[in-house]
T-cell receptor, first 115, second 117 residues
Framework: DTAVSQTPKYLVTQMGNDKSIKCEQN?????MYWYKQDSKKFLKIMFS???????INETVPNRFSPKSPDKAHLNLHINSLELGDSAVYFC??????????????FGPGTRLLVL | AQKITQTQPGMFVQEKEAVTLDCTYD???????LFWYKQPSSGEMIFLIY??????QNATEGRYSLNFQKARKSANLVISASQLGDSAMYFC??????????????FGTGTRLQVFP
C-alpha cells in the first residue's frame, strides 16, 4: 500500500554514465515533483508535472530530462552524470489545487553517488 | 520572493519534555501554506503538519502543534512529550504559489533535533 515509491533506492555509477530513476504514486494525485537534496541537506525543486504536462522546470541542466507517461508516473533520466549530481532525489505528489489540499507526499528518496 | 529561515541548526531536548523548533518566513502573498516535515536518519521525508494562512486556529496533529503568528511571520513547530524516536531533521516549508494547478515547496535549511533519555 505504498503511496509514493521510487526505484532504485541506491544508485552508484561512474561519471559520464546515463541513469534513470522511476517514481510511481497510487494516491490518485494530479501533480508530481522531483526535488534534489544536496549534501548539506538542502532541498530544492527541480521539476513538476500536472497531468503529464511539464509545469515547473527550475533552471535544471538539460542533462536532466523528466518524463511522465501517465499521471501516476514521473521518471527522471540523467545523461552524462557528473560528480555534482551526487545527491538524494525525492519524488513527491500532491492533489489538484482545486481539492484545497496542498500537502505534498514524498517518496523514500533515491541516493545517487557518482564516482 | 518567498523565503524560509530556520535559525537553529541543532536542538537538544530531554525525553518527555516539550521543544519548539523555530521557523520564520517571508512572502508578499496573502494566501500561502506552511508545512513541517520530519526526516529521520533513514532518509524519508514525513509530512507532519500544515497551516494555511487563512486558518484562524493553530494546527495540531497529535503531539505536534504549529504556533502560527502571522504578524511576526513565524510558524514554529512545538513537539510535546518528546520521544527518542523524534530525533531527526525537521524542515519548515512554504508553498510557493505557481501557475496553473501546481505549486512548489520552498524549504528551510532544517533543524537537527536530538532527544536524549
Amino acid at each position: 500500500d505504498t503511496a509514493v515509491s521510487q526505484t532504485p533506492k541506491y544508485l552508484v555509477t561512474q561519471m559520464g554514465n546515463d541513469k534513470s530513476i522511476k517514481c510511481e504514486q497510487n494516491l490518485g494525485h494530479d501533480t508530481m515533483y522531483w526535488y534534489k537534496q544536496d549534501s548539506k541537506k538542502f532541498l530544492k525543486i527541480m521539476f513538476s508535472y500536472n497531468n503529464k504536462e511539464l509545469i515547473i522546470n527550475e533552471t535544471v541542466p538539460n542533462r536532466f530530462s523528466p518524463k511522465s507517461p501517465d499521471k501516476a508516473h514521473l521518471n527522471l533520466h540523467i545523461n552524462s552524470l557528473e560528480l555534482g549530481d551526487s545527491a538524494v532525489y525525492f519524488c513527491a505528489s500532491s492533489p489538484n489545487r482545486e481539492t484545497g489540499i496542498e500537502t505534498q507526499y514524498f517518496g523514500p528518496g533515491t541516493r545517487l553517488l557518482v564516482l | 520572493a518567498q523565503k524560509i529561515t530556520q535559525t537553529q541548526p541543532g536542538m537538544f531536548v530531554q525525553e518527555k519534555e516539550a521543544v519548539t523548533l523555530d521557523c520564520t518566513y517571508d512572502t508578499s502573498d496573502q494566501s500561502y501554506g506552511l508545512f513541517w516535515y520530519k526526516q529521520p536518519s533513514s532518509g524519508e521525508m514525513i509530512f507532519l503538519i500544515y497551516q494555511g494562512s487563512y486558518d484562524e486556529q493553530n494546527a495540531t496533529e497529535g503531539r505536534y502543534s504549529l504556533n502560527f503568528q502571522k504578524a511576526r511571520k513565524s510558524a514554529n513547530l512545538v513537539i510535546s512529550a518528546s520521544q527518542l524516536g523524534d530525533s531527526a531533521m525537521y524542515f519548515c516549508a512554504m508553498r510557493d504559489p505557481g501557475s496553473y494547478n501546481t505549486d512548489k515547496l520552498i524549504f528551510g535549511t532544517g533543524t537537527r533535533l536530538q532527544v536524549f533519555p
